[in-house]
């Protein structure tokens, strides 16, 4: 079995003039959560629709499972679910009714599968309750349900929080959470809350009209985003020498304006300080910072952020 969920190769999409996609390169590994961002109109919706089959790719290839063939394609793609643009539910019908009707559409055996789904994304309770009368959280609790059914190995999920309020997108959190650690599902989630995909994700990629800017791990997204002390004071190089002497650390950055980044002691400020002042120096600037999700991003895409 191939160590990727999903790989794409030079895959493009071009809309008259406009190219949605320009020669992606993606990769999902199994048993990520794949947090996938980009501003409006960057291409994100475009891939999703090209792996779920509901586009084709004007140039380039793509493996889903270790396949590529339009036939093996085929055959792949009933290993996944999908909320792309909201959960398509029958406002007129229970949960477990929407699920029964979603089960004959898909052709999938037996009516057990349908307590079981709604029992892991907790509706089970619901009973003769309409689907119009959901909360929005439990709307989309429902809309994963539906795409939980067959027991996919992959997730694709297109703004799955957006509009939900804090309980709910914790309640999704969770959800996807578990979906992912207990039954060792894949997901490949689109999301504009990025501070919600920080919490999420194993794995990044970064698209930026139409071109895929980077990938990296959660680990390495941390190491990029490393917070630190931003120390400004009367003379630096005294200050640099007390961190080495007296703190007993190098792991910091004189900048060329004289501001020292110190990568330790970020959690203990306090003592920092107390060793500067002891020393006779004038603390002008003392604060903890760092680059967050959203921050590193604005700065990839090189601009104000508009997610």
């Known amino acids: 079995m191939s160590q990727y969920v999903l790989r794409t190769n030079q895959l ?12 992606v390169n993606l990769s999902i590994p199994q048993g990520s959560i794949y947090g996938f961002i980009g501003q409006n109109g960057a291409g994100k919706s475009t891939l999703i629709r090209i792996v779920a089959g509901l586009a084709y790719p004007t140039a380039g290839s793509m493996e889903l499972f270790g396949e590529s063939s339009e036939r093996a394609l085929i055959e792949a793609r009933r290993r996944i679910g999908t909320i792309i643009e909201g959960p398509a539910l029958y406002a007129h019908m229970t949960a ?8 004959l559409l898909r052709g999938i055996p037996g009516r057990a599968c349908i307590d079981k789904t709604l029992a892991l994304v907790g509706l089970r309770d619901t009973g003769k309750k309409k689907a119009r009368n959901f909360s929005l959280g439990m709307k989309q609790r429902l809309g994963l349900a539906i795409a939980l059914l067959g ?75 490393q917070h630190y002390l931003h120390i400004k004071v009367d003379q630096p190089d005294k200050a640099a020498a007390i961190i080495e002497t007296g703190l007993h650390t190098t792991a910091y950055e004189v900048m060329p304006d004289g501001v020292i980044k110190l990568f330790r ?43």
Not at 13 to 23: D, I, P, S, T, Y
Not at 269 to 294: C, N, R, T, W
């Open 96 to 103: 477990a009714e929407n699920l029964e009707a979603h089960r």
């Open 151 to 225: 027991d996919p190995e992959f997730l694709i999920l297109d703004e799955p929080i957006n509009g939900l309020d804090p309980m709910g997108v914790v309640e999704i959190r969770q959800l996807l959470m578990k979906l992912n650690r207990e039954y060792g599902i894949t997901i490949l989630i689109s999301s504009h809350i990025l501070s919600e995909l920080h919490l999420l994700a194993t794995h990044y990629g970064i698209i930026h009209h139409g071109h895929l800017l980077e990938q990296l791990t959660a680990a390495e997204l941390n190491a990029k985003c």
């Open 12 to 23: 493009s999409k071009q809309f008259k003039n406009q190219m949605a996609l320009n020669k």
């Open 265 to 307: 002691h970020v959690d203990t400020p306090g003592k920092v300080s107390a060793h500067l002042v002891k020393e006779g120096l004038v603390i002008e600037q003392f604060m903890p910072m760092g680059e967050d999700l959203e921050a590193y991003f604005t700065s990839r895409i090189g601009g104000v952020s508009h997610v």
